[in-house]
């Protein structure tokens, strides 16, 4: 499956030449904790996160009124295609130790937003339905049987260790 088909289409948005009070204030009101920085033309230039606000700004004793974004932003951030697998998209995670990723087009326009949580979710519903799927399909006697196999083998283990 691609990460187009999952992540979020309504993206928060920033320029490089607002101030980091104004991004502050924006994140607070969406409940959002990261902005997707983009130039005129809505392509992904950087991204900057709550953490970053507190860590390259406040912890520095910065202004924020006085302090623009492109100053404390991650510039030029990883992106992906909205064609590319999960899969995919869980490797940049994964190497890059962050949990958003923009989704841009063949010309780098924002185009969505994935994480790591919408990911897990969509995970976690397949799995349901999975659960869900072998439930009605596997015959309950034999789920039963595994069931009793299993309690007595573990049981029979169990005792065995302990003589041990």
Same mark, same amino acid.
């Given at each position: 499956?691609?990460?187009?088909?999952?992540? $979020? #289409?309504?993206?928060?948005?920033? &320029?490089?030449?607002?101030?980091?009070?104004?991004?502050?204030? #924006?994140?607070?009101?969406?409940?959002?904790?990261?902005?997707?920085?983009?130039?005129?033309a809505?392509?992904?230039?950087?991204? $900057?996160?709550?953490?970053?606000?507190?860590?390259? $700004?406040?912890? /520095?004793?910065?202004?924020?009124?006085? &302090?623009?974004?492109?100053?404390?932003?991650?510039?030029?951030? /990883?992106?992906?295609?909205?064609?590319?697998?999960?899969?995919?998209?869980?490797?940049?995670?994964?190497?890059? /130790?962050?949990?958003?990723?923009?989704i841009?087009?063949?010309?780098?326009?924002?185009? %969505? !937003?994935?994480?790591?949580?919408?990911?897990?979710?969509?995970l976690?519903?397949?799995?349901?339905?999975?659960?869900?799927? !072998?439930?009605?399909?596997?015959?309950?006697?034999?789920?039963? %049987?595994?069931?009793?196999?299993?309690?007595?083998? !573990?049981?029979?283990?169990? #005792?065995?260790? $302990?003589?041990?």
């Amino acid at each position: 499956m691609s990460v187009g088909r999952i992540c $979020v #289409r309504e993206v928060d948005t920033a &320029t490089p030449d607002e101030s980091v009070a104004v991004i502050a204030q #924006r994140m607070h009101q969406r409940a959002v904790g990261t902005l997707i920085i983009v130039n005129q033309a809505c392509r992904v230039t950087g991204i $900057v996160s709550d953490r970053d606000l507190v860590s390259r $700004v406040i912890a /520095k004793g910065l202004d924020p009124g006085g &302090t623009a974004v492109h100053e404390v932003m991650t510039i030029a951030p /990883k992106t992906i295609l909205e064609d590319a697998s999960i899969e995919s998209a869980l490797l940049i995670m994964r190497t890059g /130790k962050f949990r958003r990723l923009p989704i841009v087009d063949r010309a780098n326009r924002l185009i %969505g !937003l994935i994480t790591l949580d919408d990911i897990l979710m969509h995970l976690s519903d397949d799995f349901a339905q999975i659960g869900r799927l !072998l439930k009605r399909e596997t015959p309950r006697a034999v789920v039963e %049987g595994q069931h009793a196999f299993t309690t007595t083998r !573990l049981r029979t283990d169990a #005792r065995l260790a $302990v003589a041990d």
